[in-house]
């Protein structure tokens, strides 16, 4: 059922709160804004923000994509301190419908609006039609969801949690990282590894294992060091990253038997550049014992669409239950 518009849409991560106003129905998304979480005290206040500085009147409808799980009416953020109601942003907002989902399920209702100029495929394989779709993404945090076809020609897309699975490892070398990450962190889910601040963890442990001195290195250092490869242990996490990345890929792809291909999201791998090993990625994903000729046959794409998080709430607004 078509909802109403004007409408206000958001992808909100641990970082950064996206967000997006679209006019009527079929209308591309105006006036889209990136700010950070915390030039905002909360969720609303970001919101108001922007509806202040683009001159928008009171939207018809909000559709948000939040980068946590979305269990009851109290939504409380992994990576981020705001904690908000859903009923009370909906009042504050003076909107009819307010649709707060996962960010990664607003990122996979996107993926059958998107176009071959907002892909690169990684590797060989064919989609088949009608097949789970699967989805993960590095950012913040690491995102996983995925699509399923349901009646009408629609899919339906999943809501997990599954960046917080604990991590395996391959070989006896990401075994010894693992155990320094265990040392340290307890247990290690996939997104301790596969995530911007997971990066530089990931970094410290390479460094460890190679007896190197750490550098006081973000996220963005090292993803630069390793590009220009003017660091070799910087270099070195890459392919750790680019590993343990398509390892969890194949995973999630087997559980979904996900023939209809895989997606990459997240603005980490984009970020890397030529220092993604897009070969390294398919072996690991490829690498399933028995099933590596089934894997070897779905594709895997990273999404380049600047904002299709975005996209996919205005989606869901039309294919899910409003709040």
């Known amino acids: 059922m078509n909802q109403g518009y004007p409408r206000l849409l958001g992808d909100i991560g641990g970082t950064n709160a996206r967000w997006a106003w679209q006019e009527i129905a079929g209308a591309a998304l105006q006036d889209i804004s990136v700010m950070p979480c915390n030039a905002s005290a909360s969720l609303y206040d970001s919101a108001a923000n922007y509806l202040t500085a683009t001159g928008h009147e009171r939207p018809s409808c909000a559709a948000i994509g939040i980068a946590t799980a979305v269990t009851g009416d109290v939504v409380s953020m992994t990576n981020n301190s705001w904690v ?192 993604f090993n897009a070969s390294l990625f398919r072996q690991r994903f490829e690498e399933k014992g028995r099933f590596n000729s089934y894997l070897a046959s779905i594709p895997t794409w990273i999404i380049t669409a600047s904002t299709p998080a975005l996209i996919g709430a205005s989606r869901a607004l039309d294919l899910l239950p409003m709040q």
């Open 84 to 275: 908000f109601s859903i009923d009370e942003l909906k009042q504050s907002l003076g909107v009819q419908h307010c649709l707060v989902i996962n960010d990664f399920t607003a990122l996979a209702m996107s993926l059958p609006a998107l176009g071959p100029s907002d892909l690169r495929q990684i590797g060989s394989g064919a989609a088949v039609d009608g097949a789970p779709i699967a989805l993960l993404g590095p950012g913040t945090g690491l995102g996983v969801s995925g699509l399923v076809k349901a009646g009408h020609g629609q899919y339906l897309a999943l809501s997990g949690e599954g960046g917080h699975a604990t991590l395996a490892a391959v070989d006896d070398h990401e075994s010894a990282m693992l155990a320094l990450l265990r040392a340290r962190f307890g247990h290690v889910s996939a997104e301790r590894v596969l995530s911007g601040p997971g990066l530089v963890d990931l970094y410290r442990a390479v460094c460890e294992l190679g007896g190197h001195v750490a550098q006081n290195f973000g996220p963005a250092d090292v993803t630069d060091a390793a590009i220009a490869g003017a660091d070799q242990q910087c270099v070195n996490t890459a392919n750790f990253f680019t590993s343990f990345l398509g390892n969890v890929a194949g995973n999630l792809a087997l559980t979904l038997g996900a023939r209809g291909g895989l997606y990459i999201g997240g603005g980490v791998v984009p970020l890397l550049g030529n220092a």
